[in-house]
Nanobody, 123 residues
Framework: HVQLTESGGGLVQTGGSLRLSCMAS????????MAWFRQAPGNEREFVAA????????YFGDSAKGRFTISRDNTDNVVNLHMFSLQPEDTADYYC????????????????WGQGTRVTVSS
């Protein structure tokens, strides 16, 4: 069965950096677009970043532009989210998602989801 497993969350100070990783299994990874979403307490789950199957197409939500990068390794079935200049408003649970073939910024388009990893940014 398909499994997406996030890691790398934790507590970081304002201005710090983190790298989140998502390892995928049970699917032909190279044919799936991958994305990161996040959800803060009381908020809707919002789009953070997405990457196409080859890694050449990347999309970022407004909150991530200029501060986050996304990459993937189709050999190791991993997608990474590098987060820089973290702010308290980045505090959220971060979720990895997979969609067959094409990227999307819409949560409803993604077929598979991980369990999430928590990021807490202290002020």
């Amino acid at each position: 069965h398909v499994q997406l497993t996030e890691s790398g969350g934790g507590l970081v100070q304002t201005g710090g950096s983190l790298r989140l990783s998502c390892m995928a299994s049970g699917l032909p990874f190279a044919t799936y677009a991958m994305a990161w979403f996040r959800q803060a307490p009381g908020n809707e789950r919002e789009f953070v970043a997405a990457i196409g199957t080859s890694g050449s197409q990347k999309y970022f939500g407004d909150s991530a532009k200029g501060r986050f990068t996304i990459s993937r390794d189709n050999t190791d079935n991993v997608v990474n989210l590098h987060m820089f200049s973290l702010q308290p408003e980045d505090t959220a649970d971060y979720y990895c998602a997979a969609r067959h073939f094409t990227s999307s910024i819409a949560r409803r388009d993604y077929e598979y989801w991980g369990q999430g990893t928590r990021v807490t940014v202290s002020s």
